[in-house]
């Protein structure tokens, strides 16, 4: 996942190591949810299989019964709520469990 990307750098090490490059006229793709038919496909976009506890596209996400936590690479692990058997899931964010209402 590429998150608040602001330079991208290409290293061609045989000719030049320690000469700078630039590229222009770069563009990227995104997708998002949803359909609208005013815009065009993404066909650099492709959808991952994430392994648990992620989810999303890209496995951005946490999975149902994970938050995102304060440590880790990416903006944090995704590690398991602590509802002590009173929730199955919490926030994705917060780590504070929905309550189960019966």
Do not use: W
């Not at 000469?19 to 770069?26: A, E, P």
């Not at 650099?44 to 995102?68: F, I, T």
């Not at 009173?86 to 917060?94: I, L, M, N, P, W």
Request: glycine residues 10%.
């Amino acid at each position: 996942m590429l998150q608040h990307l602001f330079v991208f750098g290409i290293a061609e090490l045989n000719s030049c190591p320690m000469c700078d490059f630039r590229l222009g006229n770069v563009t990227l793709d995104i997708a998002l949810e949803g359909y609208n038919p005013n815009t065009s496909k993404a066909m650099a976009v492709e959808q991952c299989q994430c392994p648990q506890p992620y989810k999303g596209l890209s496995c951005e996400d946490c999975a149902p019964g994970y938050y995102r936590s304060q440590t880790g690479p990416y903006g944090g692990y995704c590690v398991p709520c602590q509802c002590n058997g009173h929730s199955d899931t919490c926030d994705e964010v917060t780590g504070i469990c929905h309550v189960n209402i019966f």
